[in-house]
């Protein structure tokens, strides 16, 4: 078995243990060293590290398993580790805010099943590799996450679709919610800190950053926050808002829809953001988005739940009774508000995968469709007219997204069962030669719809 030292600047991390394959012997084992440098490795006595899953400005993280919980579960092990040359003083700022997360995860993780839970969190004091020095190190122990963050899902799948972002809006605004309700400020929304986990479940991390807010008339920031994200109150180091988390959510939104840096979508000149002309989404839902981004802080929403019921609100034809940014008006002077124009819904931008995805259904569908007709009418040109009209039908349900994502599937499996069952539709065909022609057909139908979608791309950007 691998175990991992979690040392700062171990020159060779990786252990391995071969006797710590089997699991009874990893339960009873009193400890285990570092080979390299001598750090315990058995974490607080029972947590096992087994792998690095980052580093950031003040911590590292590490995958381990927890050998005294039957099936030795998996969990993330955060360790205290701030970089750089920081002084006494912001040593110990860094320090009070990794304390400050395992208080607010001891408080509020096991309440909201879309915050990871705390197990543990304890100090451990080490030798150190200077001789006659003692090194002490912080560890936060809590639930394991496993999916991948929102950063890294853009960078896998690409830009966002208008669906995917309203989920993403919709769940990370009922966490917002509950931990505004419990007097918390984030402080430090963005794409990395939202994990999907592998059910589809959406997660909010990263509560280091957190301020509590009580009824003092000033309370400061820390100056801790994330370059692009962070409104300008947070940025001068004012007193922060719930509405200072909805700016970085709103940030977060645009930054997944347009697939660009926060940074690049903020006109310095100006001083306004400026990203619609590179979506096609919602009018309405811009208009949301644009009212969150706006510099002042009682100029945005107030609350998640505010911005929840202006979601709600996105098919009735007056969307936000507020006052709020046009998008025509994006060249005028920073403190110009204007009323919102009543524009018409639009359908939501198909992403790459759904229309590839799309004309997999398409084409397996039209074969058997093909097929079924043919086995009845025998007849090749009242069957392609027949299946045209169906396949029209089938793909305009798509394109009004009346059937979408799992509709597919579901339409072509009771497709195949009825072929499947009723031998009189097979057109004298076996099951697997059915099979063969309807994956062929799908195939050249995502074939054809990419390079499509390649020759459009190509004449958008000659035109």
Known sequence: MEVYCTRPRCPRPQNYFAELDDNTTLKTVQQKYCTTCGMPLMLDGRYVPIRLLGRGGFGAAFLARDRRIPGMRQCVVKQFQPTGNLGFHQQQIAQQLFEREAE???????????IPDLFAFFPIAV???????????????????????????????????????????????????????RGIIHRDIK?????????????????????????????????????????????????????????????????????????????????????????????HLADILDKMLLPAANQRFQSAQEVLDALARLDQPHLIPSTQVKPKLQNAAPGYIGVTSQLPTAIPAFSTWELLGGAAFSGFEGALIGIACFSLL??????????????????????????????????????????????????????????????????????????????????????
């Open 378 to 463: 025998r007849n090749p040109i009242i069957t392609l007219s027949i299946s045209f009209a169906i396949l029209g039908i089938l793909i305009f349900a798509q394109a009004r997204r009346w059937i979408e994502k799992l509709d597919l599937l579901i339409i072509s499996a009771i497709s195949f069962a009825i072929i499947f069952f009723i031998p009189l539709l097979r057109a004298q065909l076996g099951i697997q030669q059915i099979l063969i022609l309807a994956f062929v057909s799908a195939l050249v139908s995502i074939a054809l719809t990419a390079l499509f979608r390649l020759i459009y791309k190509l004449l958008s950007l000659i035109l």
């Open 191 to 283: 794409p990395s800190n939202i994990m999907r986990r592998r059910d589809g479940k959406i997660f909010l991390l990263d509560f280091g950053a957190v301020k509590q807010v009580t009824n003092s008339p000033a309370i400061s920031s820390t100056g801790i926050y994330s370059i692009g994200y962070a409104p300008p109150e947070q940025v001068a180091g004012n007193q922060v808002f719930p509405s200072t988390d909805l700016y970085a959510l709103a940030v977060t939104a645009i930054a997944l829809l347009t697939g660009q840096e926060a940074t690049k979508l903020f006109d310095g000149y100006s001083n306004q953001w400026k990203w619609r002309t590179q979506v096609n989404i919602n009018p």
């Open 127 to 181: 030798p150190s590799l200077q001789p006659g020095q003692q090194d002490q190190f912080f560890y936060l122990v809590q639930e394991y996450i496993n999916g991948q963050n929102l950063e890294e899902e853009l960078i896998t799948k690409g830009k966002f679709s208008e669906v995917e972002i309203l989920e993403v809006l919709q769940e990370i605004l009922k966490v917002l919610k509950f931990v505004h309700n």
């Open 104 to 114: 607010v995860l001891a408080e509020i993780g096991n309440e909201h099943e879309q």
